[in-house]
């Protein structure tokens, strides 16, 4: 997706986020018994750390996918795969892994970990129309044509990245 004008940008303050994030933890809370959490980097660290705290989850990997540059959606890259040994844990499948990110817009980063850990429980604190299907779990669903600014994207106004060639 393109970064839209100004009348489709949805921000959302740390406070917003600690709120939706908490209260993706306090709807998952009686869905299952997680034996660890996979966070989708970079947007699901976040929200899998405030997830990982509300439900006493010590076991936390990291599945590196790179589809974002800082406004726009590009090539999808894993740039590291999950722990072979966390996958074999979770009978080869994910069974009782919780999956977390920020956001599924397409849904092409979540049918790519969906590849990865069949059985796992994917939560999103936003999702969009085009991805919703392939989460289990969200909070938030905005429209496709949305553009949502995190708040580690700002400041008094929009952010890049301090290396404008950085990805991800």
């Avoid at 997830?51 to 990997?61: M, S, Y």
């Avoid at 074999?88 to 817009?105: C, E, F, P, R, W």
């Avoid at 044509?145 to 400041?155: A, L, N, S």
Wanted: net charge negative.
């Amino acid at each position: 997706m393109t970064h839209p004008g100004p009348d489709k940008a949805f921000p959302v303050s740390w406070d917003q986020f600690h709120r939706d994030a908490r209260a993706l933890a306090w709807r998952l809370a009686g869905q299952g018994t997680w034996e660890a959490i996979v966070c989708i980097t970079r947007g699901g660290l976040v929200p899998a750390a405030i997830v990982a705290r509300e439900l006493g989850i010590r076991v936390i990997e990291t599945v590196c996918i790179a589809s974002y540059d800082y406004k726009d959606q590009g090539t999808l890259a894993v740039l590291k795969e999950i722990n072979p040994d966390l996958i074999s844990k979770a009978n080869g499948d994910g069974a009782g892994v919780l999956v977390i990110d920020d956001l599924v817009d397409t849904g092409r980063t979540a049918r790519e970990v969906r590849s990865m850990l069949p059985k796992c429980h994917l939560a999103t604190v936003y999702a969009k129309p085009m991805g919703r299907p392939l989460v289990d779990t969200f909070i938030t669903e905005v429209s496709q044509d949305t553009w949502i600014y995190f708040p580690w994207d700002m400041g008094l106004t929009f952010q890049p990245p301090i290396g404008r060639g950085v990805s991800g």
